[in-house]
């Protein structure tokens, strides 16, 4: 369970063959077989709202991985850096960071505030969409785990406050995004192209480690 996509390029890359999924209130949904097990890989949209509407009604399934990128509050971890909570039974000849992991109901943008969460929870990583998932793994009475990739650092602010670009249910309006990144085409234009290259790169390490590693 992701948020978004593009979260999940690298794990699709590493997968294969991927079929559509019929999934009703995902944005994105796929299923692909790996090593004799049925991988379901969904993007619900960020937050914890759409994450219950996508989690909406139960699935058979044997557990749930809330994934997908997460900001660094840890100043020691680097973009591409495998973060996995503390109670998640995971084993990987790959090196990961088993910590803390907190979950927002907004984007943190600057390092003063990524610093500021950090000091207020003792985490060494922030999302937004992994307490719901646990939540509905709970309810559904089944294994949950959060395994995240980071693709921001602690110590970097992000171009644009993506906060200001949701719409009412939770969705980052792209149009609008790419209006304020052209109307600061020398400062935010340049933050956004790093972003990316952060995020695919962040993207293809997560797929590495889970496709390679033991749950």
């Avoid at 996508?54 to 997460?70: D, H, M, P, Q």
């Avoid at 039974?89 to 790959?94: F, G, L, R, T």
């Avoid at 670009?165 to 085409?185: Q, V």
Wanted: with cysteine; glycine share 8%; aromatic share 6%.
């Amino acid at each position: 369970m992701a948020a978004e996509r593009r979260e999940l390029e690298g794990v699709l890359h590493r997968l294969g063959a991927a079929k559509k999924l019929e999934w009703p209130g995902a944005r994105f949904a796929r299923s692909a077989e790996w090593k004799g097990d049925r991988w379901w890989m969904v993007a619900s949209g960020p937050g914890r709202g759409l994450v219950e509407r996508a989690l909406g009604e139960k699935k058979n399934v044997n557990g749930i991985i809330s994934t997908g990128f997460c900001g660094a509050l840890d100043p020691a971890l680097r973009i591409g850096d495998i973060v996995v909570d503390r109670e998640a039974a995971v084993a990987s000849e790959a090196p990961f960071v088993r910590a803390e992991i907190f979950s927002a109901d907004r984007v943190a943008v600057t390092a003063a505030e990524k610093r500021a969460l950090r000091n207020r929870t003792g985490a060494a990583a922030v999302e937004m969409e992994a307490a719901a998932v646990k939540n509905k793994a709970a309810e559904w009475r089944v294994p949950f785990m959060c395994i995240r990739v980071v693709s921001d650092t602690a110590s970097g602010d992000l171009p644009l406050d993506f906060n200001h670009f949701r719409n009412a249910d939770g969705n980052f309006s792209r149009t609008r995004i790419a209006l304020a990144a052209m109307a600061r085409p020398f400062s935010a234009m340049p933050g956004l192209v790093e972003l990316d290259r952060n995020c695919r790169r962040a993207a293809q390490a997560l797929g590495d480690f889970l496709a390679d590693c033991r749950l």
